[in-house]
């Protein structure tokens, strides 16, 4: 099935460091979600964007939709140890109410 | 917040068993419930969405008859995993939203090992 462009794979950090990740696609989405996967539990939604060019903050945490409908950034700023755990990015297309996933992302954070 | 509880959080059973797993909406009532696959390392698979009062929809190459799928009330879904084989062990999650439009919120999912 379709998936989403997720990079990086994974991301090794110092605590405090700023972290980006970024999610792309060939087609266009009218939503985008991120959410976070700690192991053996379910994702945990972080940030949901439904418009062109939304930026959204959750704390430290900050995403975009971006201008084209096609791609989409998470940051998150000075990293701290509980950070760690695998970020996925999902798109939602139109009236579909079905979740496309990217790979994930797994950030590290050393102390 | 809309909260999905899934249980049992873990099952380890002998080949041939079926397995059952539920998943429920706990302060919301949802029409549509999603079923996903995951294997270690990997992304989310979808499997089948969940209709309440009607019949599931498959994902292309998920068998019918060896997931089935129940979504008798607005709050309740739940996947039988028919005849298990150790080739179904894996990380089953179920999500829902408590309506159109909404993000989905995942259950915490269930660890399956098939001996």
């Known amino acids: 099935g379709q998936q989403l462009n997720q990079s990086p794979q994974s991301m090794f950090i110092q605590e405090g460091e700023d972290v980006s990740m970024n999610c792309t696609s060939s087609s266009i989405f009218n939503t985008w979600l991120w959410y976070k996967q700690d192991p053996g539990e379910g994702p945990v939604l972080l940030i949901a964007?439904?418009?062109?060019?939304e930026l959204t903050s959750n704390g430290r945490l900050t995403a975009q939709f971006g201008i084209t409908r096609k791609d989409s950034f998470l940051n998150i700023s000075a990293s701290i140890p509980s950070d760690v755990g695998i970020y996925f990015c999902a798109g939602r297309q139109g009236g579909s109410e079905k979740l496309v996933f990217g790979k994930g992302t797994k950030l590290t954070v050393n102390p | 917040g809309a909260v999905v509880s899934q249980h049992p959080s873990r099952v380890i059973c002998k080949s041939g068993t079926s397995v059952k797993i539920e998943c429920r909406s706990l302060d919301f009532q949802a029409t549509t419930m999603f079923w996903y696959r995951q294997f270690p390392k990997q992304s989310l698979m979808l499997m089948a969405t969940?209709?309440?009062?009607?019949?599931?929809?498959?994902e292309q190459g998920v068998e019918k008859d060896k997931f089935l799928i129940n979504h008798a009330s607005l709050t309740l879904s739940t996947l039988t995993v028919t005849s298990a084989h150790p080739e179904d062990s894996s990380f089953y999650i179920c999500?829902?939203?408590?309506?159109?439009?909404?993000?989905?919120?995942f259950g915490d999912g269930t660890r399956l090992s098939i001996l």
């Open positions: 999500s829902a939203s408590d309506r159109g439009g909404q993000p989905q919120h």
């Open positions: 964007l439904y418009k062109a060019g």
């Open positions: 969940s209709n309440e009062g009607s019949k599931a929809t498959y």
